[in-house]
């Protein structure tokens, strides 16, 4: 009995990881902006809770949207490691692992916002520890879900550094997307590391936003529309 090919060519690969990227893209900036930094009021722990009682709705919504995140990233990650497998199966392979290494800490991280929701919706906990006590430990696991996202960025500056490094090395991209995306990663662990080094971070957050967000924005989307116009048209599957 003979099989069809089914196959995913790197062209295939390119557009599904392009459609995956536009939907991550829509699914963050509704989840981390909208949501969690619509509804947190920095170190005011009532105010936040009272923020996510009252919006309740939305924050169950931000989560779902971290969980379809959480989904996508590994569509995404298979798929660039199909993409780039032909220029070198074994730096796409380690560039998915990091990938996948990233979205198990947001997931994991997600466990934190349900805590969240939970000690707001509920009145036994209310009743149990107090309205400061549950406001503070709202507030901290908010924190504790920012902190294991940060831990899983510095994998997924790795992976962008691996994925910049294979298109330098081997020609799999343009070399300006390349520089790009090397210059991206390293900004997210850089961030992550002045995170844990820097005692005084909050006072210069701002300055560090845009260390992380310039280069990031600027070769994630030139990324982005190099998947979807030349993405894994030169590439030959391995024999």
Same mark, same amino acid.
């Given at each position: 009995?003979?099989?069809?090919?089914?196959?995913?060519?790197?062209?295939? !690969? $390119?557009?599904?990881?392009?459609?995956?990227? @536009?939907? &991550?893209? /829509?699914?963050? %900036? =509704?989840?981390?902006?909208? +949501?969690?930094?619509?509804?947190?009021?920095?170190?005011?722990?009532?105010?936040?809770?009272?923020?996510?009682?009252?919006?309740?709705?939305?924050?169950?919504?931000?989560?779902?949207?971290?969980?379809?995140?959480?989904?996508?990233?590994?569509?995404?990650?298979?798929?660039?490691?199909?993409?780039?497998?032909?220029?070198?199966?074994?730096?796409?392979?380690? !560039? $998915?692992?990091?990938?996948?290494?990233?979205? @198990?800490? &947001?997931? /994991?991280?997600? %466990? =934190?916002?349900?805590?969240? +929701?939970?000690?707001?919706?509920?009145?036994?906990?209310?009743?149990?520890?107090?309205?400061?006590?549950?406001?503070?430990?709202?507030?901290?696991?908010?924190?504790?879900?920012?902190?294991?996202?940060?831990?899983?960025?510095?994998?997924?500056?790795?992976?962008?550094?691996?994925?910049?490094?294979?298109?330098?090395?081997?020609?799999?991209?343009?070399?300006?997307?390349?520089?790009?995306?090397?210059?991206?990663?390293?900004?997210?662990?850089?961030?992550?590391?002045?995170?844990?080094?820097?005692?005084?971070?909050?006072?210069?957050?701002?300055?560090?936003?845009?260390?992380?967000?310039?280069?990031?924005?600027?070769?994630?989307?030139?990324?982005?529309?190099?998947?979807?116009?030349?993405?894994?048209?030169?590439?030959?599957?391995?024999?």
């Amino acid at each position: 009995m003979t099989y069809p090919n089914t196959e995913t060519t790197p062209r295939q !690969a $390119a557009l599904l990881a392009g459609i995956g990227y @536009v939907l &991550l893209f /829509v699914l963050a %900036i =509704f989840a981390n902006f909208m +949501v969690l930094t619509g509804l947190l009021e920095p170190g005011d722990a009532a105010a936040t809770a009272a923020n996510i009682a009252e919006s309740e709705a939305l924050f169950r919504a931000g989560i779902v949207a971290f969980a379809a995140i959480f989904v996508i990233d590994v569509v995404v990650a298979w798929a660039l490691y199909l993409l780039f497998r032909p220029a070198s199966n074994g730096l796409s392979l380690l !560039a $998915a692992w990091f990938r996948l290494v990233y979205t @198990v800490f &947001l997931g /994991v991280a997600l %466990i =934190f916002l349900f805590l969240a +929701v939970r000690l707001v919706s509920d009145s036994e906990s209310l009743v149990a520890i107090g309205a400061e006590q549950r406001d503070a430990l709202v507030l901290m696991m908010l924190d504790a879900f920012n902190y294991g996202w940060l831990i899983g960025l510095v994998a997924f500056g790795i992976h962008l550094g691996l994925l910049g490094y294979v298109i330098l090395r081997f020609g799999a991209g343009p070399r300006v997307l390349g520089i790009l995306l090397v210059i991206a990663g390293a900004a997210y662990v850089f961030d992550t590391l002045a995170h844990a080094l820097a005692s005084n971070y909050d006072d210069y957050a701002s300055v560090f936003l845009m260390i992380v967000a310039l280069p990031a924005v600027v070769a994630e989307l030139g990324f982005t529309v190099w998947l979807f116009t030349k993405g894994g048209k030169q590439q030959q599957l391995p024999a």
